[in-house]
Protein backbone atom coordinates (compact mmCIF):
# COMPACT_ATOMS: atom_id res chain seq x y z
CA UNK A 1 0.00 0.00 0.00
CA UNK A 2 1.51 3.38 -0.80
CA UNK A 3 -0.19 7.02 0.43
CA UNK A 4 1.11 9.81 -1.63
CA UNK A 5 1.25 13.28 -0.46
CA UNK A 6 1.19 16.61 -1.91
CA UNK A 7 3.00 19.73 -0.16
CA UNK A 8 1.04 23.05 -2.22
CA UNK A 9 3.69 25.19 0.30
CA UNK A 10 5.96 27.20 -1.52
CA UNK A 11 8.47 26.55 1.31
CA UNK A 12 9.43 23.15 0.59
CA UNK A 13 10.74 21.59 4.27
CA UNK A 14 7.82 24.68 6.22
CA UNK A 15 5.60 23.75 8.48
CA UNK A 16 2.87 22.31 6.08
CA UNK A 17 5.80 20.03 5.49
CA UNK A 18 6.33 18.97 8.98
CA UNK A 19 2.76 18.11 9.64
CA UNK A 20 2.64 16.00 6.42
CA UNK A 21 6.11 14.23 7.19
CA UNK A 22 3.97 13.39 10.88
CA UNK A 23 1.39 11.69 9.06
CA UNK A 24 3.33 10.50 6.69
CA UNK A 25 5.65 8.66 9.44
CA UNK A 26 2.74 6.95 11.83
CA UNK A 27 1.81 5.46 8.32
CA UNK A 28 5.37 4.28 7.63
CA UNK A 29 5.17 2.28 10.96
CA UNK A 30 1.56 0.75 9.85
CA UNK A 31 3.83 -0.37 7.32
CA UNK A 32 2.72 1.48 4.58
CA UNK A 33 4.70 3.04 2.19
CA UNK A 34 4.90 7.40 1.57
CA UNK A 35 5.53 9.77 -0.59
CA UNK A 36 5.67 13.66 -0.04
CA UNK A 37 5.75 15.55 -3.39
CA UNK A 38 6.59 18.97 -3.50
CA UNK A 39 4.25 21.27 -5.57
CA UNK A 40 3.90 24.47 -3.98
CA UNK A 41 7.50 25.23 -5.16
CA UNK A 42 6.62 24.48 -8.71
CA UNK A 43 5.24 26.63 -11.34
CA UNK A 44 1.90 25.57 -11.85
CA UNK A 45 -0.37 27.34 -13.96
CA UNK A 46 -4.28 27.75 -13.62
CA UNK A 47 -6.81 25.39 -15.62
CA UNK A 48 -8.11 26.84 -18.70
CA UNK A 49 -10.94 24.87 -18.75
CA UNK A 50 -10.15 23.74 -22.42
CA UNK A 51 -11.56 20.58 -21.66
CA UNK A 52 -9.21 18.46 -24.30
CA UNK A 53 -8.71 16.51 -21.42
CA UNK A 54 -12.20 15.14 -21.20
CA UNK A 55 -12.17 15.00 -25.04
CA UNK A 56 -9.21 12.96 -25.00
CA UNK A 57 -10.43 10.89 -22.28
CA UNK A 58 -7.02 9.63 -21.06
CA UNK A 59 -7.10 11.44 -17.39
CA UNK A 60 -4.08 14.11 -18.57
CA UNK A 61 -4.14 17.65 -19.20
CA UNK A 62 -3.05 18.93 -22.44
CA UNK A 63 -0.32 21.11 -20.85
CA UNK A 64 2.28 19.38 -20.52
CA UNK A 65 5.21 21.68 -18.95
CA UNK A 66 4.64 21.04 -15.44
CA UNK A 67 4.22 18.41 -12.38
CA UNK A 68 0.04 18.24 -13.26
CA UNK A 69 0.12 15.06 -15.34
CA UNK A 70 3.14 13.41 -13.47
CA UNK A 71 1.32 13.96 -10.05
CA UNK A 72 -2.00 12.20 -11.65
CA UNK A 73 -0.23 9.38 -12.40
CA UNK A 74 1.47 9.56 -8.98
CA UNK A 75 -2.21 9.66 -7.83
CA UNK A 76 -3.67 7.11 -9.96
CA UNK A 77 -0.60 4.79 -8.97
CA UNK A 78 -1.59 5.34 -4.74
CA UNK A 79 -3.80 4.06 -2.59
CA UNK A 80 -4.50 6.78 -0.46
CA UNK A 81 -3.64 10.96 -0.96
CA UNK A 82 -3.22 13.87 1.27
CA UNK A 83 -3.31 17.17 0.53
CA UNK A 84 -1.21 20.06 2.57
CA UNK A 85 -1.52 23.71 2.00
CA UNK A 86 -0.62 26.60 4.34
CA UNK A 87 -3.44 29.42 4.88
CA UNK A 88 -2.33 32.44 2.44
CA UNK A 89 -5.09 35.43 3.37
CA UNK A 90 -7.50 32.72 4.85
CA UNK A 91 -7.15 30.17 1.88
CA UNK A 92 -5.28 28.18 0.56
CA UNK A 93 -2.30 28.57 -1.63
CA UNK A 94 -2.45 29.77 -5.12
CA UNK A 95 -0.06 26.96 -6.31
CA UNK A 96 -2.38 24.30 -4.59
CA UNK A 97 -5.34 26.00 -6.24
CA UNK A 98 -4.33 25.25 -9.27
CA UNK A 99 -3.32 22.01 -9.16
CA UNK A 100 -6.47 21.17 -7.01
CA UNK A 101 -8.32 22.55 -10.39
CA UNK A 102 -5.71 20.90 -13.16
CA UNK A 103 -6.07 17.32 -11.25
CA UNK A 104 -9.36 17.50 -10.69
CA UNK A 105 -10.32 18.25 -14.10
CA UNK A 106 -8.60 16.10 -15.66
CA UNK A 107 -8.45 13.02 -13.32
CA UNK A 108 -12.19 13.27 -11.61
CA UNK A 109 -14.31 11.94 -14.51
CA UNK A 110 -11.74 8.70 -14.70
CA UNK A 111 -12.12 8.44 -10.95
CA UNK A 112 -8.43 8.66 -10.08
CA UNK A 113 -9.78 8.98 -6.17
CA UNK A 114 -12.80 7.32 -5.94
CA UNK A 115 -12.57 4.78 -2.75
CA UNK A 116 -9.57 6.04 -2.13
CA UNK A 117 -8.84 7.32 1.39
CA UNK A 118 -7.66 10.93 1.34
CA UNK A 119 -7.24 13.76 3.72
CA UNK A 120 -6.36 17.41 3.75
CA UNK A 121 -3.83 19.07 5.91
CA UNK A 122 -3.15 22.95 7.03
CA UNK A 123 -0.02 24.90 8.45
CA UNK A 124 -1.88 28.08 10.01
CA UNK A 125 -0.40 31.05 11.64
CA UNK A 126 -4.12 31.79 13.44
CA UNK A 127 -7.13 32.13 11.42
CA UNK A 128 -8.59 30.33 7.93
CA UNK A 129 -8.03 27.07 8.50
CA UNK A 130 -11.15 25.57 7.61
CA UNK A 131 -11.71 27.15 4.45
CA UNK A 132 -8.42 26.00 3.07
CA UNK A 133 -9.48 22.85 4.69
CA UNK A 134 -13.07 22.43 2.82
CA UNK A 135 -10.98 23.76 -0.33
CA UNK A 136 -8.64 20.63 -0.81
CA UNK A 137 -11.76 18.62 0.46
CA UNK A 138 -14.08 19.38 -1.87
CA UNK A 139 -11.99 18.01 -4.44
CA UNK A 140 -12.27 14.40 -2.36
CA UNK A 141 -16.27 14.50 -2.18
CA UNK A 142 -17.16 15.84 -5.67
CA UNK A 143 -14.58 13.09 -6.85
CA UNK A 144 -15.83 10.17 -4.64
CA UNK A 145 -12.59 9.76 -2.62
CA UNK A 146 -13.23 8.86 1.08
CA UNK A 147 -12.39 11.74 3.30
CA UNK A 148 -10.43 10.77 6.72
CA UNK A 149 -10.49 12.66 9.74
CA UNK A 150 -9.12 12.95 12.85
CA UNK A 151 -9.68 13.99 16.75
CA UNK A 152 -9.99 17.84 15.48
CA UNK A 153 -9.40 19.28 11.88
CA UNK A 154 -6.36 18.76 10.57
CA UNK A 155 -4.60 21.53 11.20
CA UNK A 156 -1.37 23.07 12.70
CA UNK A 157 -0.51 26.41 14.39
CA UNK A 158 2.50 27.95 13.62
CA UNK A 159 3.84 31.06 11.55
CA UNK A 160 8.19 30.38 11.97
CA UNK A 161 9.73 27.55 10.51
CA UNK A 162 8.55 24.63 12.82
CA UNK A 163 6.32 26.15 15.33
CA UNK A 164 3.89 23.57 14.16
CA UNK A 165 5.80 21.17 16.34
CA UNK A 166 5.21 22.88 19.44
CA UNK A 167 1.77 22.78 18.69
CA UNK A 168 0.96 19.67 20.74
CA UNK A 169 -2.63 19.06 19.98
CA UNK A 170 -2.07 20.02 15.88
CA UNK A 171 0.51 16.83 16.12
CA UNK A 172 -1.50 14.76 17.90
CA UNK A 173 -4.28 15.27 15.39
CA UNK A 174 -1.88 14.79 12.54
CA UNK A 175 -0.58 11.39 14.12
CA UNK A 176 -4.24 10.06 14.53
CA UNK A 177 -5.29 11.17 11.36
CA UNK A 178 -1.85 9.08 10.38
CA UNK A 179 -3.42 6.23 12.53
CA UNK A 180 -7.05 6.57 11.19
CA UNK A 181 -5.60 6.23 7.54
CA UNK A 182 -3.19 2.99 8.21
CA UNK A 183 -6.62 1.50 9.58
CA UNK A 184 -8.98 2.37 6.63
CA UNK A 185 -6.27 1.35 4.06
CA UNK A 186 -5.91 -1.55 5.69
CA UNK A 187 -9.89 -2.30 5.76
CA UNK A 188 -10.25 -1.69 2.54
CA UNK A 189 -7.43 -4.00 1.26
CA UNK A 190 -8.92 -7.55 2.79
Known amino acids: MKVTAFNGSPRKNGNTYLLLKTV ?21 HGCTACGKCREDGNTRCVFNDDIVNEAIEKIENSDGVILGSPVYFADLSSQMKAFIDRVGYAGRPNGIFKRKPCASVVAVRR ?3 IAAFHAMNNLFTISEGIVVGSTYWNQGIGRLLGEVEKDSEGIKTMQDLGENMAWLLKKLSK
Not at 37 to 43: E, I, P, S, W, Y
Open 24 to 44: CDVLEREGIETEIVHVGDRNI
Open 127 to 129: NGA
